[in-house]
């Protein structure tokens, strides 16, 4: 008979990296945690030299349950001999680079992390869970037991239809741009589509190339304009529990439409990225230069098609309601992400479930999964939470206040003080 564990979580991004830090101490607890990666990473893709979290540093993966915790990112500059360098760096955002290299620091001191298994299948077996594994390099398939399951699959690049099917050296989603940055630069027009930070540090980081390379620059954009992040402190009191128990408790179309009320404290992009591609413009352009750059905006891309080794993107300025023609040889889509929900949790779960809307899954505030039918062996999911919990769907100082919140829920213990109220503001009635 195979052991029960208690908990098995699919996933070892931060989100539940977190969750495996806050539990390593647990002696009680017996968990294990699942990736299809081979190693610990976070965005490899996009650790782009210069780049940082746009989160504070309090904001790592356990110092909002337990600020004394050993894997405190302070801790991580403890051990480094770092702390004193930090002090005089005189800001509290991280260097992206610096922020991964703390996750694998963690990682390699937590317990029950198997990399280069991916989970092809859970099984319902009523009054626990079996979780079947695949190890990524033999193929060999295995099976363990658990009362009860985290789902953190994270998300996967969303692109759209019509730009899908082409070379992947040439059509590039700005998750790979790293990986294709040497290549790109090469060719003679680079075209970055879409909006939002990652679109900003792509194309600042091909602007800061320009100084040794010829190629012509274009960033499309249907965006009304390249806007900042809202930063303002209370602004930020949005990223708060109680924000989340108020968003939570609102109809499902009030949640969407506060969505959109908060695009700017979400997908802005940095004062500092905006700043330096302005300055570097400015720069460029002294004398008279040609800065060989071109910014539309307003500008929907509808399709791509492949000409004779380049690529010609079919525009619509839909504000002014005219249709052109752009010419390029390389894209990079910054068109964001997509919830990843496995293929075997629509299989074996989508008609157990309930389902507020089209892949919307009900989702209770302590991030339980509603099925159609009562069980005492819970399915958590942190994936896919945009629509049930706004703003703590992805940012990662709610993520260790979420792991606090199933970990009192799974055990049915206040291992964590979640009791008041945390910020100034007042978001439903007084």
């Given amino acids: 008979m195979s052991k029960l564990y208690d908990f098995i979580g699919i996933g070892i991004g931060p989100y539940n990296l977190s969750l495996a830090a806050l539990t390593e101490d647990m002696h009680d607890i017996d ?79 937590i317990s029950g992390l ?41 998300s996967e690049p969303l692109i759209l239809e019509n730009m899908q099917g082409f070379p992947d050296k040439d059509v590039i989603h700005t998750s790979q741009y790293l990986y294709e940055k040497e290549a790109l630069m090469e060719s003679d027009h680079i075209t970055v589509v879409g909006s939002g930070q990652s679109a900003a540090e792509v194309f600042y980081d091909l602007l800061e190339e320009r100084e040794d390379k010829e190629f012509q620059l274009t960033w499309l954009t249907r965006s009304k304009g390249i806007f900042q992040l809202e930063a303002a402190k209370l602004g930020q009191e949005f990223f708060s529990p109680d924000y989340v128990d108020y968003f939570h408790k609102l109809p499902l179309n009030k949640r969407k439409e506060a969505l959109d009320t908060l695009e700017p404290l979400r997908n802005g992009v940095a004062h500092q990225t905006l700043n330096g591609i302005y300055e570097m413009l400015y720069h460029y352009s002294i004398g008279g230069e040609n800065p060989k750059v071109n910014i539309q905006l307003m500008t929907e891309v509808q399709d791509i098609q492949e000409v004779n080794d380049q690529y010609i993107l079919n525009c619509h300025q839909w504000q002014t309601e005219n249709d052109f023609q752009h010419k390029t040889e390389k894209v990079i889509l910054a068109t964001g992400y997509k919830p990843n929900i496995p293929d075997w949790f629509i299989e074996r779960f989508k008609e157990k479930v309930v389902w507020e809307d089209d892949m919307m899954f009900e989702i209770s505030r302590n991030y339980e999964l509603k099925f159609k039918k009562y069980r005492k062996h819970r399915f958590y999911a942190v994936t896919n939470l945009e629509h049930s919990h706004g703003t703590a769907a992805t940012n990662l100082v709610l993520a260790v206040q979420r792991n606090m919140e199933i970990i ?23």
């Fill in 31 to 109: 968990c294990i945690f699942f990736d299809e990666s081979s190693r610990m990473q976070w965005h490899p893709g996009m650790l782009i030299e210069g780049t940082d979290l746009q989160v504070p540093f309090l904001a790592d993966l356990v110092t909002f349950a337990d600020p004394t915790s050993r894997f405190s990112f302070l801790n991580y500059l403890k051990q480094h001999n770092r702390l004193y360098k930090f002090f005089f760096f005189h800001t509290m955002e991280v260097p992206r680079q610096e922020y991964s290299d703390y996750l694998k620091w963690a990682a390699n001191q």
């Fill in 114 to 154: 198997y990399f280069g298994k991916k989970v092809v299948d859970v099984i319902d077996q009523d009054d626990h869970y079996e979780i079947v594994t695949q190890d990524s390099e033999t193929g060999t398939r295995e099976s363990c037991l658990a009362n009860h399951i985290v789902m953190a699959t994270g």
């Fill in 408 to 430: 009192n829920h799974m055990t049915g213990e206040a291992r964590f003080d979640l009791d008041g109220v945390s910020v100034f503001q007042q978001f439903n009635q007084l």
